[in-house]
């Protein structure tokens, strides 16, 4: 896997983190991203950084938000998380097994693939 795709990879994840609290608490804070992703504080710290700079995250101190441009994106990858897992399951792989692979596949997968798994679900 190439440095690039790794990249994204972990700005994806992050970012589907951070939406993911958001929507189960008021705030958020770098040490509930650390601990939902069990990741050091340093690495949500270098990954913030990233983020705020390329305009997806902005922060008030001690609170991290998205961004609607943020928010926009970590729907999406969310979306293709949902989709691909549930697909998935629908093919009688396993739901831990779907959930992992999910995971992985949500950041790789072609807009080709992932409408034909978004359509045969819709049926």
Same mark, same amino acid.
């Given at each position: 896997?190439?440095?690039?795709? =790794? ?6 994840? @992050?970012? !589907? ?8 608490? $008021?705030?958020?804070? /770098?040490?509930?991203? &650390?601990? /939902? ?5 340093? %690495? +949500?710290? #270098?990954? +913030? #950084?990233?983020?705020? *700079?390329?305009?997806y995250i902005y922060e008030?101190? #001690? ?5 609607? $441009?943020? =928010? /926009? @994106?970590?729907?999406?990858? @969310? *979306? ?6 549930? @697909? ?7 739901? %831990? &097994? &779907? $959930? !992992?692979? &999910?995971?992985?596949? *949500?950041?790789?997968?072609?807009? *080709? ?9 819709? #049926?």
């Amino acid at each position: 896997m190439s440095t690039h795709v =790794k990249h994204n990879q972990s700005s994806e994840d @992050y970012l !589907e983190s951070v939406l993911m609290l958001s929507r189960q608490q $008021e705030v958020v804070h /770098r040490i509930d991203v &650390a601990k /939902r992703m069990n990741v050091s504080q340093a %690495a +949500v710290n #270098k990954a +913030v #950084k990233i983020l705020v *700079e390329k305009g997806y995250i902005y922060e008030d101190g #001690k609170h991290l938000y998205l961004s609607e $441009e943020g =928010k /926009r @994106y970590a729907e999406a990858v @969310y *979306e293709k998380h949902c989709i691909i897992r549930d @697909y998935l399951i629908s093919c009688g792989v396993s739901a %831990a &097994a &779907a $959930e !992992e692979d &999910a995971c992985n596949m *949500e950041h790789l997968i072609s807009e *080709e693939t992932f409408t034909m798994m978004k359509t045969t679900l819709n #049926k």
